[in-house]
């Protein structure tokens, strides 16, 4: 009886304690997650027990998270770049800028 008052009662306020989905930027995958946690642990258990090597473990976590980050960023700007190259839409929209006596019917 007292775990259906407690199921019941938990499925009705589910909806106060559900996690919210963080939304990361496109470009951020569940490496990123993982060095991040990792950094995370890395920098409590320097905290908490300072010696040169948790430090040092630490900022090794931390550049390569850093390291992984910058090169996510770039692929995906790359690819951005790649899949706007295929458009040509987009060249249409640049030559219509650039050339101000072009009529809107150009564009479409």
């Known amino acids: 009886m007292l ?7 938990a ?6 304690y ?5 939304n990361h930027s496109p ?4 490496r990123c997650s993982f060095l991040k946690a990792l950094k995370r642990k890395a ?3 320097a905290k ?3 010696s040169i090597a948790n430090w040092f473990h630490y900022k090794k976590i931390a550049a390569r998270l850093r390291k992984y980050i910058k090169h996510c960023t770039r692929s995906y ?9 295929k458009s040509h839409q ?9 050339n101000k006596d072009v009529s809107r019917a150009n564009l479409i």
């Open 3 to 9: 775990s259906l008052q407690f199921q019941s009662n």
């Open 27 to 30: 470009w951020w995958d569940t």
């Open 18 to 22: 559900s996690i919210s989905a963080q």
């Open 77 to 85: 700007w790359e690819r951005t770049c790649v899949e706007v190259a």
């Open 48 to 50: 908490s027990y300072p």
């Open 43 to 45: 920098l409590r258990k």
């Open 11 to 16: 499925a009705a306020s589910s909806s106060s």
């Open 90 to 98: 987009a060249f249409r929209i640049i030559k219509a800028m650039l």
